[in-house]
């Protein structure tokens, strides 16, 4: 069958949404090669991975005869229609108004943060969000929550009948899940002048992330081990920069931006421990692209993290410094603890395996088009 997807993100962002968009239609593709799958898009960067995602013979770009901010809300209903889609998927908390009841619908929530902490987002930006996702949430055929957590929230605060909710976990990009070599994380180390032992926060740099925790937390922390931050700077990160220069860690925190895709995996596995006090997630596949590369995790209590990282890996109050650099001494100063993160987490992990996900998705496709 024609599968049609929602691909603004997967055509032109090379983080986040974008990197979860082509991973989930790669792994599709790959395991159920009989289908053609259709990304729709107003715009496309031929860059990168973009440019060989395309590549795949069954994976097909359209984009808009003619260009229109409305396109992807309105227009695409007519090329939907002709190209012959049986199930359109919209990846990211919303779908087109108005398709054809011919045409089954399944969205995707990954979190409504914007309506358990407003404060985070600008008045318009979260009026659109929840505009798009109730729309969504109550015409779309069928509701994929990327946690129980994100159920939860949808139940909640749009008062969707739980039937009507799956959740369908995430997982990383296979790139992640490989052991690298040596000699190429030799020259990454190199590359990006990496100390040799550092503790490693991946995200955007934003008040939710809380990275200002893990800074507070770094004095009380064994000082042979640096702070690598790899992530877009905004406007919050002036904050945590002054903290840094107030307790006078300047040379212990380092901070790496833009970097190409294909170098992540090796900075993950060149950490000890990785990080991730944020406030609030839909998932956290940062947590599990460090579980894949043997990494011990440290997360925050409060929302879905403990369903990413799993019962081994070490959690504490997002509000507190002390525990938070308590959590992360036990890792560093107690190897057989670290061994068994290492070895427990990795066997969690396997629970977010590819081919299981795009088996249980394509499930949950075909159970919709059987109830026609």
């Known amino acids: 069958m024609n599968i049609g997807f929602d691909g603004k993100r997967a055509a032109n962002n090379f983080t986040g949404l974008g990197n979860y968009s082509r991973s989930l239609i790669l792994q599709l593709s790959e395991f159920f090669p009989q289908n053609q799958y259709f990304i729709y898009s107003p715009k496309v960067k031929r860059h990168g991975q973009i440019s060989s995602f395309f590549e795949k013979q069954n994976i097909h770009l359209v984009l808009p005869e003619k260009s229109s901010l409305l396109w992807r809300t309105f227009g695409v209903k007519k090329q939907l229609k002709k190209d012959n889609i049986a199930i359109y998927h919209g990846l990211s908390n919303e ?63 749009y008062q969707v009948d739980p039937s009507k909710i799956e959740v369908l976990y995430q997982t990383c990009d296979d790139s992640f899940k490989q052991i690298i070599g040596q000699e190429f994380k030799d020259s990454i180390r190199i590359k990006y002048q990496l100390p040799e032992k550092y503790i490693l926060n991946v995200g955007t740099i934003e008040p939710r992330k809380n990275l200002l925790a893990l800074v507070q937390a770094l004095p009380a922390i064994d000082p042979e081990f640096k702070l690598v931050v790899v992530g877009k700077k905004q406007s919050y990160a002036q904050k945590v920069i002054a903290e840094i220069e107030k307790l006078g860690l300047g040379e212990r925190v380092i901070f790496l931006k833009d970097i190409p895709f294909t170098d992540l995996p090796a900075i993950y596995q060149l950490a000890t421990v990785f990080v991730y006090p944020s406030f609030y997630e839909g998932f956290g596949i940062p947590i599990i692209e460090a579980l894949y ?80």
């Open 293 to 372: 590369g043997r990494i011990p995790v440290v997360a925050a209590t409060g929302s879905c993290l403990e369903e990413a990282g799993g019962p081994h890996s070490l959690y504490i109050d997002p509000n507190d410094a002390a525990a938070l650099a308590k959590a992360v001494n036990a890792v560093l100063t107690d190897q057989k603890l670290a061994d068994q993160m290492k070895a427990e987490g990795l066997r969690y992990a396997q629970q977010f395996n590819t081919a299981n996900l795009a088996r249980q998705l394509m499930n949950s496709y075909s159970n919709m088009i059987a109830k026609d």
């Open 95 to 157: 779908i087109p108004v108005g398709v054809s009841p011919a045409i089954r619908t399944v969205v995707t929530i990954h979190d409504l943060i914007f309506l358990r902490y407003p404060q985070y987002y600008k008045f318009i930006d979260r009026t659109i969000y929840n505009f798009k996702s109730k729309y969504a949430c109550k015409h779309a055929d069928h509701i994929i929550a990327i946690s129980e957590q994100t159920k939860n929230d949808i139940i909640e605060y």
